[in-house]
């Protein structure tokens, strides 16, 4: 997978449940923190667009697990975009520092809503377009 941006991160206790592992909740956390991150990085503020009545909403996300972090765990999250449709597809995976072994792989599918509407939404793609996985 070709990845287009990367966020690292650092596991904060408060993250961890009982047995010292990262909630599995906070993945998607990560994930959604990347994603606003990597809009941004591309010249896109939630904001701005809420303000001309565009509203990207998530519509799936599915997350494998593949091993646990822990506490002060140093991790990094990389995304990959394309489009099918009406969607956005962004792939996202989560590999611990140093050793970059595999954590998490999610998918998250979002859609846009323009003036409360389901569309296709021409803001978004030309900020994203040169962004697209193209193989995917």
């Known amino acids: ?6 966020l690292k991160f650092k596991v904060r206790d408060y993250e961890c449940d009982l047995e010292g592992i990262v909630n599995n909740a906070n993945y998607q956390h990560y994930m959604e923190h990347t994603r606003h991150e990597f809009m941004l990085s591309a ?6 667009m809420y303000a001309q009545g565009i509203t990207p909403v998530v519509a799936r996300i599915t997350i494998s697990y593949k091993m646990p972090l822990r506490s002060r765990d140093e991790f990094v999250s990389k995304l990959s975009v394309r ?5 956005y597809v962004f792939l996202q995976d989560i590999f611990r520092l140093p050793d970059m072994k595999l954590v998490a792989r999610g998918r998250v599918d979002t859609v846009c809503l323009v003036q409360g509407r ?3 939404c021409a803001e978004l793609e030309k900020y994203l377009e040169p962004y697209f996985d193209k193989e995917g």
Do not use: C, W
């Open 1 to 6: 997978m070709q990845y287009v941006f990367e």
């Open 43 to 48: 010249g896109l503020s939630f904001a701005d």
């Open 83 to 87: 489009k099918e449709g009406v969607r």
């Open 118 to 120: 389901l569309k296709e």
